[in-house]
């Protein structure tokens, strides 16, 4: 069975510092995993995905990930965090590309002026 | 067309009546899935079709939920008899075989 835990509900940072939001899955094959980002009252976007190939996925807004097997994680990060970064952040994932995707509960980054 | 298109945007009923909230994929993805996204909580999954048909459906939270989808494309999501538990927002995506999977804004479903 796949799942997805995102550690931590709730993240703040200062404005120019470091974005870690972690995800770490369970799924018995290979999976795809995905970043979305839902800001206050819209859908939800695609951040950025790994299926194959290249282990260190870049996305929109300058927002990174690296899918590392031997720790079943794929953690978010970006060097340096905007304003406009605040909203929630959901880890997915699934084993083929036409399954059902699987969420995490989400993470509400918060940017501090 | 351009996006993923769900309609109504926000729909208010009250207890017990029935609602259909419906979904617009991109033209030629294969794949349509409904999720449901309640108050400070993350995505419940509900329906997958692949074409017309529901490999799984086992997200469907009881037998007052049901949804089909006509010529591969527009897909109905029925809540009958609703209760004041199923406000939500209701999530819509479409996805080619390919796995780029691109979602609607949702319906907000209000039930008092």
């Known amino acids: 069975a796949q799942s997805v835990t995102q550690l931590g509900s709730h993240v703040s940072v200062s404005e120019g510092a470091l974005v870690l939001l972690r995800c770490n899955y369970s799924?018995?094959?290979?999976?795809?995993l995905f970043w979305y980002v839902q800001y206050p009252n819209q859908g939800l976007q695609l951040l950025l995905k790994?299926?194959?190939?290249?282990?260190l996925v870049k996305g929109i807004n300058g927002f990174e990930a690296e899918f590392k097997k031997s720790e079943t994680s794929f953690h978010l990060t970006k060097p340096s965090a905007h304003m406009s970064d605040a909203a929630e952040y959901f880890c997915?994932?699934?084993?083929?590309?036409?399954?059902?995707?699987?969420f995490g509960s989400g993470t509400r980054l918060s940017i501090r002026p | 067309g351009a996006g993923v298109s769900q309609s109504p945007s926000n729909k208010v009923t009250e207890k017990g009546k029935d609602v259909e909230l419906r979904c617009d994929p991109i033209?030629?993805?294969?794949?349509l899935y409904w999720y449901r996204q309640s108050l400070g909580q993350g995505l419940e999954f509900l329906i997958y079709?692949?074409?017309?048909?529901?490999?799984?459906k086992s997200g469907l939270p009881s037998d007052r939920f049901s949804a089909e989808r006509t010529g591969g494309s527009v897909s109905t999501l029925t809540i009958q008899r609703t209760q004041q538990e199923d406000s939500a927002v209701y999530l819509c995506?479409?996805?080619?075989?390919?796995?780029?999977?691109?979602f609607g804004s949702g319906t907000r479903l209000t039930v008092v």
């Open positions: 995506a479409s996805s080619p075989r390919t796995g780029d999977y691109t």
């Open positions: 799924s018995s094959v290979p999976p795809y």
């Open positions: 790994y299926t194959t190939g290249a282990t």
């Open positions: 997915a994932v699934t084993y083929s590309s036409a399954s059902k995707i699987i």
């Open positions: 033209s030629g993805h294969t794949a």
């Open positions: 079709f692949q074409g017309n048909s529901a490999p799984d």
